[in-house]
Every structure is written in C-alpha cells, then in structure tokens.
C-alpha cells in the first residue's frame, strides 16, 4: 500500500514538474516570436530608410535590431549606396482630373470623393463629379452635387434683399424689446 502511495506522489510530481516546464518553454517561444516579429520590422524599417537616402536612419534601426539579437550579421544591403530616386515632375490639377476622367466610373469616383473629402470646396472636383455621375446614371450624386454648384451661383442681389430684410426685422425687434423694457421699468 504504501509503495503505491508512493509511485502516485512520484507520479504528480513528475506531472507537476512536466507541466511547468511546458509552461516556462512556451512562454519563452512567445518572447522569442515577439522579438524575432521586432528584429523583422527594424530590419525593414532600415531596409526602407536606406531606399529613401537616410543612411543614419537606416544604422539606426540595425544598431537597435542588433542590440535585441547581437549575432544578427551586417547586412550587404547596409553598405551599398542607394540608388537615386528619380523625381516625377508633380502633375497639375486639370491634368489630374482629363485623367480621372478616363477612367472608369466607379475608379474615379473613389478617386474624386477623395480629392472632395480634402478640399469640400473644389469647384472643378465637384463640376467633373457632376459630369461623370450624369453620364452613369448615379442620381444621387447628380442631386448631390447639382446642389452644391447651385448654391455657389444663387448668391445675388436676391440674397442680399433677405439679409437686409432680416436685418431690419431685428433692428425692430431690439428697439420694441427696448421700449417695452424702458416702459415697464420706469
């Protein structure tokens, strides 16, 4: 009885013991993933500003990515000078919108509600939106920003006739408030 006692107590423990070390192992497989996924970013993150011309950015994050593993090699890539990034000349507006207006309808209308959502005011944006929609049939984009052109061009003497109208109401109104105010008061 008591070599049985025995044998399940070894037994446990043993258990015990597996179980925990399992533990440890994989608690220390996931620290190891977490700084081999930062070693990969820092390596592209110099990769990236070597590209861009910014040597000293570049040592910087392999010096950071050597600092968390200090056998990683020097990479080859590290030491070639970067290749010159030839500029595009910037496109003007108008030939960005003859562009956007070749393609097709709903490619440019991403493209044009993204320009919109930078500049809302953008005359030209809005006419080439309101042109595109008509031609595809997109009504609620027509209503939309018909809407919006119209409400640019509206602003005449008509406007100016309210704004005075309302002017002069409210005029009224504070010296009625005034007299009324004086009456009661004294």
């Known amino acids: 009885m008591k070599k049985w006692v025995l044998y399940v107590g070894l037994v446990v423990v043993l258990s015990c013991l597996l179980v925990s070390t399992g533990w ?53 890539w590290l030491d070639q000078k970067p290749e010159p990034v030839a500029e595009k000349p910037a496109v003007s507006e108008d030939e960005l919108l003859a562009r956007i207006a070749l393609l097709p309808y709903p490619q440019a209308k991403i493209l044009l509600e993204e320009r919109l959502s930078h500049d ?31 409400q640019n061009s509206k602003k005449g003497w008509r406007s100016w006739l309210w704004y005075f109208a309302a002017l002069v109401i409210l005029i009224l109104i504070v010296w009625q408030a005034r007299a009324l105010y004086r009456d009661f008061a004294g």
């Open 24 to 76: 440890a192992n994989m608690r220390s497989t996931r620290m190891r993933q977490g700084f081999d996924q930062k070693i990969t970013e820092l390596m592209i993150l110099a990769h990236q500003a070597r590209n861009a011309g910014d040597m000293a950015n570049a040592e910087l994050f392999w010096m950071h990515a050597r600092e968390l593993r200090p056998s990683l090699p020097r990479p080859a």
């Open 120 to 150: 809302p005011a953008n005359a030209k944006v809005r006419q080439l939106y309101l042109e595109l929609a008509k031609k595809s049939g997109d009504y609620t984009e027509v209503t939309r920003h018909s809407s919006l052109l119209s």
